[in-house]
């Protein structure tokens, strides 16, 4: 009750201490101080159902906002195409390379693994270098939409209880009831509803707030009743509440939407990339020759298996440096990998030295990809600014 909300504290200092060199996220330092305060480490925090809980809210909480940061209007068509046939090829090599490494149902949570992007993640990152509405930004927001999507469909069909054609009747009809929800929300007129949330946005009603929850609550209560992956019904809220509120006031947006960042990350989120860190069997990996060999191993795949099918997505006349930076970004995967891998070692599966090594390679890549993304294109948008304010250049004497 005392460490974990420390180290919540303590990591976005550390992130400011050293961002004068070096643009570490925050989420870097949560898995790696939970780590040291972990069992492994210090021992001052040990496995809690409480905590437990606290952390699946806060999984569940940052795909509600993954969901609601898309903007759809941006990434529909062409982008979201492109995207989906890239997460395709992703899987289809995920499965050849997981079936060569542990085949069976390993080979599924191998791949489901390697082919998702953390866009849960890349959002915050994207949004405070002022990405989000560029069309490299875009190109990311739709990768890392199918990035997540994706892996939840696939974790529900084929990692569920039941056998895979009863689960994709079973996953239809949850797109059924959460299509349906999601027409009525456009086609519905919100007057009323916004004009309520505007008047209870500085009351102790709080109504924005206690509708997000009811619906985050319903959809995620609607996925574990299906038998379903919760965080299926975790983004399609998100999905929900962004389309509900596309109308709203922009003032009044913006102050719902800043309560909910606050109660994701400052409160729930932290708590599940702390807990995250806290639970890593590092004893397991160190302990491992294979799995401490493979963690490497893993890493490069998932720039190979997720990087290179994301280049289907580069927006037009982008340069090498934004190609390469998508496909960093692309491959940049935590939540996800957090997800299926405890599936898979609850249900005995997989090995916990595997699972250790695969959560490892996406505690790396988070470290790793978007500081490296961001950097190139950071490099990239320099020169464009310097090619745009460069004056004119002298005529030779020849074309004089």
């Known amino acids: ?86 997460w395709l090829t992703s899987l289809v090599v995920g499965l050849a390379i997981g079936a060569l490494i ?58 569920g209880t039941r056998e895979p054609g009863i689960s994709t009747l079973v996953l239809v009809g949850f797109v059924v009831i959460t ?75 913006e102050q719902v939407d800043s309560k909910i960042e606050a109660l994701a990350f400052g409160f729930l989120v932290p708590i599940f990339f702390v807990y995250t860190g806290v639970t890593f069997d590092l004893a397991a990996l160190l302990a491992s020759p294979l799995a401490l060999a493979l963690l490497p191993v893993f890493l490069v795949l998932m720039l190979v298996i997720r990087g290179i099918p994301s280049q289907l997505s580069v927006p037009a006349g982008a340069s090498g440096h934004d190609r390469v930076a998508l496909g960093l970004l692309a491959a940049t995967g935590l939540p996800i990998i957090v997800a299926v891998t405890n599936i898979g070692t609850d249900e005995g599966i997989l090995d916990s030295a595997l699972a250790a090594a695969l959560v490892g390679a996406g505690m790396l890549s988070v470290l790793v990809f978007p500081l490296l993304g961001m950097a190139l294109r950071a490099r990239s948008s320099s020169r464009e600014l310097v090619l745009l304010e460069a004056p004119p250049a002298e005529p030779t004497q020849e074309e004089a």
């Open 1 to 86: 009750m005392f460490f974990i909300p420390m180290v919540a504290v303590l990591a976005p200092l550390l992130a400011r201490g050293v961002s004068n060199w070096i643009r570490v996220p925050i989420v870097v330092f949560e898995l790696v101080l939970g780590i040291l305060i972990g069992p492994d480490v210090l021992g001052w925090v040990t496995d809690s159902v409480f905590v437990d809980h606290l952390s699946d809210f806060g999984l569940a909480t940052l795909f509600f906002v993954a969901g609601s940061e898309i903007n759809f209007e941006a990434v529909s068509g062409r982008p979201l195409v492109r995207a989906s046939l890239g």
């Open 179 to 253: 299509g349906g929800a999601i027409i009525i929300a456009t086609r519905m007129s919100h007057g009323r509803l916004h004009r309520f949330v505007g008047s209870t946005l500085h009351t102790s009603g709080q109504f924005a707030v206690r509708v997000i929850i009811m619906i985050l609550a319903a959809l995620v209560a609607l996925s574990v009743l299906l038998d379903l992956d919760m965080l299926l019904g975790a983004f399609a809220a998100g999905v929900l509440w962004k389309l509900i509120m596309r109308n709203a006031p922009e003032r009044d947006r």
């Open 102 to 159: 542990a085949p069976g149902e390993t080979a599924v949570i191998i791949a489901v693994a390697l082919s998702s992007t953390a866009l849960g993640t890349l959002m915050p990152i994207l949004r405070d270098a002022g990405e989000l509405h560029t069309p490299f930004g875009r190109a990311a927001s739709a990768i890392g939409a199918v990035g997540e999507f994706g892996p939840l469909v696939a974790i529900s069909l084929f990692l």
